[in-house]
């Protein structure tokens, strides 16, 4: 592979504009800049998650899913293309299976946090869904690949799965929803 970046800056983005991969433009502020910004927003998070001490099958995948979501970042880069295929998403659904099946049962609404690995999970979860949201409101503009979508919706899920899995890592524990925590029944 040849030199990517020679030079960092080329000042043709001054204009509030940025070059598509095909050669053409387009504003900063558009649906399909902004669902690159949140896909290349939530590669950055998933980033952050496998640099703090968390087990090494977990920063493995992160690591997949971040090669994936720079593919699909080229996808929305290079109009008309499609990247992210059906195996992929097949990939985050048998991980969800995996992981899923050695937490116990959901009885009560979970709050973001439980650890630093747990909430920064929860972080990118968010995140994940915003760049969902807006590769549906790109779809109304433009033909985009639906596996993308079916990706980034499965990859929401996988992240609640991890983030359950990281806060319950080394005795910690999740944290619960209390609806009645400020009606005075809750002491804590």
Known sequence: MGHRLSKIYTKTGDDGSTGLADGSRADKDSLRISAIGDVDELNSLLGLLAAHDIEQEIKTVLLDIQNILFDLGGELAIPDSEMVTDSRVEYLEETIDEYNASLPP???FILP?????????????AVCRRAERQLVSLS??????????RFLNRLSDLLFVFARTLARSEGGEEIYWQSERLDGNNSN
């Open 106 to 108: 959901l009885k009560e």
């Open 113 to 125: 946090g439980g650890s630093i690995p747990a909430a920064t999970c929860h972080t990118a979860r």
């Open 140 to 149: 109304r503009e433009i033909s985009i690949n639906k596996t993308s979508l």
